[in-house]
């Protein structure tokens, strides 16, 4: 995926939490003993980083460092249960 994309898919991401009424809230350490709200909200909070740095499409460093927060992001949105594999599949062309 292009810098672009991944932009936009984060946008997108932290839209769909901010309609179930998700805030974003950075949390620090084990969040799988803090339920699925935290780790949604810390998903939502990715998203919001990743959402506003301004994107450079010609920098590879920083399209491999938003690859790999978008792959954090969706393993996220997935184990906080908001969507399954397949749907995060058809979201990544």
Same mark, same amino acid.
């Given at each position: %995926? &292009?810098?672009?994309?991944?932009?936009? *898919?984060?946008?997108?991401? +932290?839209? !769909?939490?901010?309609?179930?009424?998700?805030?974003?809230?950075?949390?620090? #350490?084990?969040?799988?003993?803090? #339920?699925?709200?935290?780790?949604?909200?810390?998903? %939502? =909070?990715?998203?919001?980083?990743?959402? +506003?740095?301004?994107? !450079?499409? &010609?920098?590879? #460093?920083?399209?491999?460092?938003?690859?790999?927060?978008?792959?954090?992001?969706?393993?996220? *949105? =997935?184990?906080? #249960? *908001?969507? &399954?594999? !397949? !749907?995060?599949?058809? +979201? &990544?062309?």
């Amino acid at each position: %995926m &292009t810098i672009n994309q991944i932009h936009r *898919l984060a946008i997108r991401y +932290h839209d !769909d939490l901010n309609a179930l009424g998700f805030s974003p809230q950075r949390h620090r #350490g084990d969040l799988s003993s803090q #339920g699925d709200s935290a780790v949604l909200c810390h998903a %939502m =909070w990715l998203c919001n980083e990743l959402a +506003h740095y301004n994107p !450079d499409p &010609t920098s590879i #460093g920083q399209e491999a460092s938003a690859n790999r927060s978008l792959a954090i992001i969706q393993a996220l *949105l =997935w184990a906080g #249960g *908001l969507y &399954t594999l !397949d !749907d995060l599949k058809r +979201h &990544t062309p």
